[in-house]
Each structure stands twice: as C-alpha cells, then as structure tokens.
C-alpha cells in the first residue's frame, strides 16, 4: 500500500479492490484484459489516413442540419473545411491535437512526432511540395487565412508551404 500519496490514491484504492474482487472470478488478470484492448485500439487505428488539420479521416463528416463539413477531434471542434488526406498512420489515435500555429505548433506536426515517439509506422501519401509555389522539399504545414497569409490560430484552411512562401505570406 502506498501511503506516500493518500490524498489522491484514496478513491484509487477503492476501485482496485473493486476490480480484483470482480476479477477474482476469472482465470486472467485485469492486466491480460488491458493488454487485448490495447492489441485491438492499436489494429483498429493501423494504415488509417490522416487530414491536413492533423486529425484522421473518420473524425470528418457532414452535417445535413449545419449543411457544412465538419471534424469532431477534439473538444474545440476543429475548424477544418476541407479535408485533403495527406499521410497514412498506424497510430492515429494520437491526431488529435489542436493547431495554434504553423510548423511545430500545427497539429500534423505533433501528430507525427507522437507517433514517432511511440515507434508507430507512418508514410506521407501526399508528394510533399510547396502548394503555393509547387517546389519539392521541406514544408511546414501552416494554418491559412482566405488570403493564404500564415495564421497563429487555427482557420480550418491548411497549407503546406516551403519557408520563403512562409515568409512572404507571414
Ligand atoms: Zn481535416
Ligand atoms: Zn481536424
Ligand atoms: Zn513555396
């Protein structure tokens, strides 16, 4: 028993004797269960292709009652208005992020980065170029206004731009 922490573990505690009370019964531990579910959220988000916005194909849809296109990944409802897949992940539970900005503050970005980190395949299913000048090479993705000037906020409008399109548009 851990005492170091009483506050908080306190209602912790209750549920674990909960659980291995329940789990008494069975011939597997909560922690196999754990395991399995783990197994079947990783196959079922395997190859899954992800948006621009940085969040995957499914969290799109269309409203009939708004008569608008919408994504639902997180709670702020991101603001994406039309959905261009751009990378296929095996890990697309983690592209959920929010865009406050271009380049390391983007969504796709931290995305990808998580994925990384949790050593997840990933691919680009896109040619990577520049969409305003069409060069090849390093991009970042950017969120846009109408005008296509780079925005420190999230517009619903994504670009991936090379850095001197970045710096004209700025
Ligand atoms: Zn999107
Ligand atoms: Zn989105
Ligand atoms: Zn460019």
């Known amino acids: 028993m851990d005492l170091t922490n009483e506050m908080s573990s306190?209602?912790?505690?209750g549920m674990e004797e909960n659980t291995q009370s329940a789990f008494s019964a069975f011939d597997f531990t909560s922690e196999d269960v754990e395991i399995a579910m783990e197994k079947l959220a990783e196959e079922a988000s395997r190859?899954?292709?992800i948006c621009m916005c940085g969040h995957p194909e499914g969290r799109h849809g269309w409203s009939d009652s708004l008569g608008m296109h919408y994504c639902s990944a997180n709670k702020q409802n991101c603001k994406c208005k039309k959905m261009t897949l751009v990378i296929e992940a095996d890990y697309a539970r983690v592209f959920l992020?929010?865009?406050t900005g271009p380049g390391p503050l983007h969504a796709l970005a931290q995305g990808i980065r998580e994925s990384e980190k949790?050593?997840?395949g990933?691919?680009?299913i896109v040619d990577v170029a520049c969409d305003r000048c069409k060069a090849a090479g390093p991009v970042s993705p950017c969120p846009v206004n109408q005008r296509g000037s780079v925005m420190y906020e999230d517009t619903g409008l994504n670009a991936l731009l090379c850095s001197e399109c970045r710096l004209a548009n700025g």
Do not use: L
């Not at 306190?10 to 505690?13: A, F, H, R, V, Y």
């Open 47 to 49: 190859g899954k292709p």
């Open 97 to 99: 992020r929010k865009t």
């Open 122 to 124: 990933i691919k680009w």
């Open 10 to 13: 306190g209602k912790m505690m």
């Open 118 to 120: 949790a050593d997840k």
